[in-house]
């Protein structure tokens, strides 16, 4: 049972590079996630799902974007890539959870550095 | 504006004591409050969680506190063991499909 698996765990770009971050889970849940990390700071929500061909913006969803084409899958695109994107980015999913309130499950990380 | 807040960025303990770690909220429709362990180049992963309608749920060695009126929980952990370190975040959500919020960490040092 591999979890959330992200690729690839390291990268770095160039200004105005453009690239697909992949994260892929095998639990069969509907939510998933994206967040990033910046040194200091707390989880910000880049952009969420709740089930396959839904999408929304989360706290700091500029020069992202996102798609759910199945419930396994949740990747996440640089178009353009900014300096002020250098962070640590973790996919997470998880269970709608209909009586509990269900976790989060993540993933190991991508570290992205744009130079 | 920080609706989650960890005030402590570290905290170092001896082996064996205990090791309490806090975080206050602002937001009153917060109904779960959850902790993550996070290693160094590892993700976040789940510890202990807590509803609203509790003030206390323990899990073996970690406990986690609730003071609804004060805005106000807390992690303990007894006793504390050298793999205990790492960073803690605090995290809340209202619940259902509503965005968890999470706070800023405090990273954990547990002295053998």
């Known amino acids: 049972n591999a979890g959330v698996t992200q690729t690839p765990k390291f990268r770095i770009l160039k200004i105005g590079q453009s690239m697909t971050l992949q994260c892929t889970q095998d639990?069969?849940?509907?939510?998933m996630y994206w967040y990033r990390q910046d040194p200091g700071m707390g989880l910000k929500l880049i952009y969420y799902?709740?089930?396959?061909?839904?999408?929304d913006k989360g706290e700091v969803p500029n020069g992202y974007n996102v798609s759910r084409s199945t419930t396994e899958d949740f990747p996440l695109r640089l178009e353009l890539a900014a300096p002020s994107q250098t962070s640590v980015y973790f996919c997470?999913?998880?269970?709608?959870?209909?009586?509990?309130?269900?976790?989060?499950?993540f993933g190991d990380g991508t570290r992205l550095s744009i130079l | 504006d920080q609706q989650v807040k960890q005030n402590s960025p570290s905290l170092s303990v001896q082996e064996g004591r205990i090791s309490i770690l806090n975080c206050d909220y602002t937001?009153?429709?917060?109904?779960?409050f959850l902790w993550y362990k996070k290693y160094p180049a590892e993700g976040p992963t789940f510890l202990i969680s807590i509803s609203s309608i509790k003030d206390k749920n323990e899990d073996g060695r970690f406990t986690v506190f609730l003071n609804k009126s004060a805005k106000h929980l807390s992690l303990h952990i007894v006793p504390s063991q050298p793999g205990d370190s790492a960073v803690y975040f605090c995290?809340?959500?209202?619940?259902?499909?509503?965005?968890?919020?999470f706070g800023t960490g405090t990273k954990l040092q547990v002295i053998p």
């Open positions: 639990m069969n849940h509907n939510y």
């Open positions: 995290a809340a959500t209202p619940g259902g499909y509503q965005k968890v919020t």
């Open positions: 997470a999913s998880r269970d709608r959870g209909r009586l509990v309130y269900q976790p989060q499950h």
């Open positions: 799902s709740v089930g396959a061909g839904i999408t």
């Open positions: 937001n009153s429709m917060f109904d779960y």
